[in-house]
């Protein structure tokens, strides 16, 4: 089973109502994406549905990743798994951030099947610790303070050895002090600015320096396509008539960015990007609007400035 949902992308505030929550994020992925809403919803209930059926099963293995998009997946549900009665079903977990031979190491996709099946005997049974902490980690992160994060990798987060990697990176996309441009933004535009303008290479080159991150395409596009539209753009775009993604690259194999006047000034510290009227954005269960984001990163301090 693929666990076909993009928390690291979009609200994903707290929601005790499923259908709700359900409703939500198909509305944000249907307008994100360009896919049905109510197929989205309907799959995302139903994928919600066999995960709460794990009884079923005698062994259930749980594959992620440790990048902050796996990882946000991983806690949301395994504090699931937190209120689940399992003592049935023997849970375990895969979840490795190196492998033996791979410099560089981003993902479980760079492995063949034989690395791939080399990592199962040494698959790790889960414990109450671990649901416990994801259940605690998901609710922080779903919430509206930020701060709660902050106080959670205050305490011992090892049990998911993973996750606090994870979630710093997580802070480190609120807008910095500095030019309100979170981490991603930042990193992205000092791509372009040294000439990496056309997308499929721009998506390449950017993600394996963060590759910590684990964004898409279609993630990545929506960060620049906000640029774009901005009441004083930071990036023009060429090569597309419209601002949807579309993941087929020989149609956006053509898109370029460049830097505006503005996006070089931002980018070099000397104006805010949240006085430009940015569109708002989620980051988790935090809405990001004008006419400012609220939360900012202290880089310097690395913590969270009200």
């Not at 806690?75 to 951030?97: F, M, P, R």
Request: charged letters at 20%; glycine letters at 10%.
């Amino acid at each position: 089973m693929v666990w076909k949902e993009a928390l690291i992308w979009g609200p994903t505030p707290a929601k005790s109502d499923l259908l709700e929550w359900c409703r939500l994020r198909a509305d944000f992925l249907a307008d994100s994406s360009g896919v049905n809403a109510q197929q989205c919803f309907d799959d995302l209930l139903r994928q919600e549905a066999s995960f709460a059926r794990l009884t079923n099963h005698e062994e259930v293995v749980l594959w992620f990743e440790f990048d902050l998009f796996c990882q946000l997946n991983l806690i949301y549900l395994l504090g699931k798994l937190h209120e689940q009665d399992l003592a049935g079903t023997t849970l375990s977990l895969v979840c490795i951030d190196t492998f033996r031979g791979i410099d560089n190491f981003r993902g479980l996709g760079q492995l063949t099947a034989e690395q791939l099946v080399s990592l199962f005997p040494a698959r790790q049974a889960l414990t109450a610790k671990q649901t416990e902490l994801a259940k605690l980690a998901w609710s922080a992160c779903s919430s509206s303070d930020p701060r709660e994060i902050e106080l959670l990798l205050a305490q011992d987060t090892t049990p998911l050895p993973l996750l606090d990697a994870a979630l710093r990176r997580h802070l480190r996309r609120f807008p910095s002090l500095q030019n309100g441009l979170g981490h991603v933004e930042q990193t992205v535009l000092e791509c372009i600015a040294r000439g990496v303008g056309r997308f499929p290479e721009l998506f390449k080159e950017w993600s394996a320096a963060e590759s910590g991150y684990g964004l898409g395409d279609a993630q990545l596009w929506d960060a620049l396509t906000r640029l774009v539209q901005c009441g004083r753009p930071l990036l023009r775009i060429e090569g597309n008539n419209g601002l949807g993604f579309s993941g087929n690259y020989p149609d956006i194999g053509r898109v370029a960015f460049t830097l505006t006047e503005t996006g070089r000034s931002i980018l070099e510290g000397k104006g805010d990007l949240w006085e430009l009227e940015p569109l708002e954005y989620w980051l988790g269960g935090v809405r990001l609007a004008v006419p400012g984001s609220g939360w900012r990163w202290d880089v310097e301090q690395q913590s969270l400035a009200g």
